[in-house]
């Protein structure tokens, strides 16, 4: 019986085929960016989770019995190399991170009057003048208001039903069924739920998602693995039916991104079709299947309706609609990533694993 620790080439070839896989996935993740403009702070979040179990993994491999000392010498390398890229993308998910929340402060400074609207101009002083400050309005002049897009609120309009409706099937399935994922779909569904707005089409923009969110739900609690995989769950790791403050920060972040993306068609403003399905695409390539030992089951469920929607966003009878999938899109990959990123949620994929 051979050692489970000793080097076999075999085992080799898998640990390389993984790395490929994630030197791809690096590269598409660089392309995407640079093509996008923008950075995705999860994504970066969910490469290092699965950056650094490869890296461990490549690492066990230079200490196994029977080693060669060309390939160990050779692995090392490999292993420094996962080491420096590393130890590089935190900063750069601290970076996006702040590169998102910029435009929201300035917005903020505007409204408290901590910021002057008047851009200051090299060589010239920001005093304002006599003149300046003491504008009379024209006669008959009448404000204009900013059209808005949408706006969100504290507490969550389940105009639908579908918050109760998931709420209770959790809470029916909590004594058998680990609950923590189907709990981490709930609050993806009361966040889309607390956005507001005086758009035709904001009914499609909540419900839309929210069915896709309904159905992620109760296939994790009602079908095949998800069922069986929850319940087995359970009897090894104690019940989780709620979300710490970092997993529900992500989770608000991707819905603020979907409106966000949703904004012209929100305000029923022209919006580029092809774009959008094209961002649409983008998303979907890079979508996050983590590490080799993640269960691959449940997340190939996500990997379906992501697929689902992005066909819907191509085939939709109306340009909004076709804009709407291919943000929902967007939205399932980013939830996918955020997902990756949180040590519980991977925790628990891993756990699953047979």
């Not at 702070?41 to 993994?57: A, E, F, I, Y």
């Not at 935190?90 to 505007?110: G, M, N």
């Not at 910021?115 to 309005?137: F, H, I, N, R, W």
């Not at 104690?238 to 529900?248: I, K």
Request: proline share 5%; charged share 25%.
């Amino acid at each position: 019986m051979s050692d489970s620790s000793s080097f076999h080439f075999e085992d080799l070839i898998d640990r390389m085929l993984l790395l490929v896989t994630l030197n791809s996935t690096l590269i598409h993740f660089l392309l995407s960016s640079q093509v996008e403009g923008s950075i995705d702070p999860d994504r970066v979040d969910s490469l290092t989770q699965g950056l650094l179990r490869t890296r461990k993994w490549m690492e066990e491999a230079t200490t196994m019995k029977g080693i060669p000392p060309s390939t160990q010498n050779i692995l090392s390398l490999i292993v420094k190399r996962l080491s420096q890229v590393e130890s590089l993308l935190p900063k750069l998910s601290d970076k996006a991170k702040q590169a998102e929340q910029t435009p929201a402060q300035e917005i903020l400074s505007f409204l408290d009057g901590t910021k002057s609207a008047a851009v200051a101009q090299p060589g010239k002083s920001s005093t304002p003048t006599t003149v300046e400050t003491d504008l009379v309005p024209l006669v008959g002049g009448t404000e204009v208001k900013p059209v808005e897009a949408y706006r969100k609120v504290d507490v969550e309009d389940d105009q639908f039903g579908l918050i109760g409706q998931i709420q209770r099937q959790i809470q029916q399935y909590s004594a058998r069924c680990h609950v923590m994922l189907p709990t981490w779909w709930l609050e993806v569904l009361r966040e889309i739920h607390r956005y507001k707005s005086e758009s035709p089409y904001l009914g499609d923009v909540i419900e839309l998602p929210s069915r896709i969110m309904v159905k992620i739900t109760k296939g994790l609690l009602t079908e095949a693995p998800g069922a069986r995989l929850l319940q087995d769950l359970l009897k090894s790791r104690q019940q989780e039916n709620y979300l710490n403050a970092s997993e529900q920060e992500r989770i608000e972040r991707a819905v603020s991104k979907y409106f966000q993306g949703l904004e012209g068609i929100l305000k029923e403003n022209d919006v580029n079709v092809k774009d959008k399905i094209l961002e649409a695409q983008t998303a979907f390539d890079g979508f996050g299947w983590g590490g080799p030992e993640l269960e691959k089951r449940l997340i190939k469920r996500i990997n379906q309706e992501c697929q689902e929607a992005l066909q819907s966003a191509e085939s939709a009878s109306d340009k909004p609609r076709q804009v709407i999938y291919a943000e929902i899109t967007k939205l399932l990959c980013k939830l996918q990533h955020a997902m990756l990123a949180e040590p519980r949620p991977r925790e628990i994929l891993a756990q699953m694993k047979p």
